[in-house]
């Protein structure tokens, strides 16, 4: 079923279209009443039907051309699309206007009636269609796909528009000399000087056409590839073009934007370095990125929580420089936290030399408890392997770890000068109060009944001890896992 290209135009555009028409008609009825010899002895009257007859023809014609035609197929734009169409009704009135006035004024010689269609082939087709062609473009949204806009370039449409406005003007003189020539029996050299003349600048014209729009083509060509590198993920596209003009200034802009995006990047990169990369990310995509002001507060999750805490860090910074504690620690911090993003683990905080994760925030997560439990494993493995170079200095580090899952609070904690994205709640608490439990004669990971409920069929854990910790009304039952024994993180 096709559909119609004029109700999809706006009224101001097809008014505007059927304007060109009454303009053409107005040129052809001065231009027959002031220069043709032979249609101006026509009353005025008979001519004015003659030129407002076509007129309304062609209207008639437009709208109905418009109305039923189809759809483009693809290859061309919909704006391309009625431009064609446009362009065939004007050379249809052409030959409409040449063959009526051939039919009725036989008498008149032979070029009286081509110049009556000239009018409507060179002008109207010509020119006027061109201004159309522009209508077109504004009025109507392309919704074609971006390979068929595509071939609509701008480097062929300057040629195009250059062509039609060079030689249509110079063609409609020749005429004019010809008809000149041949009505008043002049000599010919006039009109040889002239055709050569027009014919050297015209195509001098066309080559300075076809090599300007070669060069803005390639101005054009380099934007675009700057914005696919730039949309790929490359924010060095070095944008440039030949002439210091809007697209000079396109390319500046692009080149800006790039900058941006590499600063954005490098800010994203270094937030995500005092904070979880997670929490960088949601609060550039949530906030920074819109431009809204961050909200405190936060929202009830359930998740399960990691507490890792050094033993004996008090010594251990009394023995060394404060530079070498930093070393140390630095270190052994780039363990711990490789191991816990490398289980899908949240790094919510430092607290001197304890680590406190979460595990489930995050979407995707299957089970949570498993993963956290699997990274304290890891974390256990990192340490003996940091305790075997460390070995030489004389050190050895020794932690617990707690593992404790339920309801927390997480969201943004603070002022809108300071925030801090983390989690807080009874939860948090008692992992701390269980990480505190893993000591010697203790195993070094203990997780609370709930973490080793959660871990059922997918780990085998044994009961350590049931213990009231502070904070805690009722007694809690320890886990850890059935191989792990006391401290094994001896060196």
């Not at 209508?135 to 971006?146: A, G, H, K, Y």
Request: glycine content about 8%; some cysteine.
């Amino acid at each position: 079923m096709t559909t119609s290209f004029a109700t999809r135009f706006p009224l101001k555009v097809r008014l505007a279209l059927h304007g060109g028409t009454l303009l053409v008609g107005a040129f052809t009825y001065l231009y027959a009443r002031l220069v043709c010899v032979y249609i101006c002895s026509l009353s005025p009257r008979v001519l004015l039907q003659t030129v407002l007859g076509l007129s309304v023809v062609h209207i008639v014609l437009r709208e109905a051309v418009l109305r039923f035609a189809p759809e483009p197929d693809g290859s061309r734009t919909p704006a391309r699309h009625a431009h064609l169409l446009s362009v065939g009704t004007w050379v249809v009135m052409g030959f409409a206007a040449f063959t009526l006035h051939l039919f009725l004024y036989r008498h008149f010689p032979f070029f009286s009636h081509v110049k009556l269609g000239v009018g409507y082939w060179l002008l109207g087709g010509g020119i006027v269609a061109q201004v159309e062609y522009l209508l077109f473009e504004q009025f109507r949204p392309s919704t074609s796909s971006p390979v068929a806009q595509l071939r609509e370039r701008l480097g062929h449409r300057l040629i195009e528009g250059y062509v039609l406005f060079t030689t249509i003007p110079v063609l409609v003189l020749m005429l004019t000399l010809v008809r000149l020539v041949g009505e008043y029996q002049g000599s010919k050299q006039p009109l040889v000087e002239a055709a050569l003349l027009a014919a050297a600048i015209t195509v001098a014209a066309l080559i300075a056409a076809v090599a300007y729009g070669s060069s803005l083509r390639r101005d054009s060509e380099r934007l675009l590839d700057a914005v696919r590198r730039v949309g790929s993920g490359d924010l060095q596209p070095a944008a440039s073009t030949s002439r210091p003009d809007e697209l000079g200034l396109i390319a500046l802009g692009i080149n800006d934007m790039a900058d941006g995006l590499r600063l954005r990047e490098r800010i994203r990169e270094a937030f995500g370095r005092f904070v979880s990369p997670q929490v960088a990310n949601e609060f550039i995509e949530k906030y920074a990125r819109h431009g809204r002001a961050a909200e405190l507060g936060g929202r009830r999750r359930d998740v399960v929580l990691l507490f890792s805490d050094l033993r004996d860090f008090t010594p251990l910074s009394e023995s060394l420089s404060p530079e070498d504690l930093i070393e140390v620690l630095n270190g052994y911090f780039g363990e711990m936290v490789a191991a816990i993003q490398k289980h899908g683990g949240m790094v919510d905080k430092f607290i001197g030399d304890a680590v406190l994760a979460v595990f489930g925030l995050t979407e995707g997560s299957e089970n949570p408890a498993a993963a956290a439990v699997a990274a304290a494993r890891e974390m256990q493995q990192r340490l003996k392997d940091y305790n075997a170079r460390l070995a030489g200095r004389g050190l050895c580090l020794r932690s617990g770890i707690g593992v404790h899952a339920g309801e927390v609070v997480a969201g943004y904690l603070g002022s809108a000068e300071r925030l801090e994205f983390t989690v807080i709640g009874h939860t948090v608490n008692v992992a701390a109060r269980i990480e505190s439990r893993a000591r010697e004669p203790l195993p070094s990971l203990l997780f609370s009944d709930e973490v080793a409920r959660r871990l059922a069929g997918k780990l085998d854990v044994r009961e350590v001890e049931s213990v009231t910790l502070k904070g805690v009304a009722e007694p809690m039952r320890l886990f850890t896992l059935a191989h792990e024994a006391g401290d094994s993180q001896a060196a």
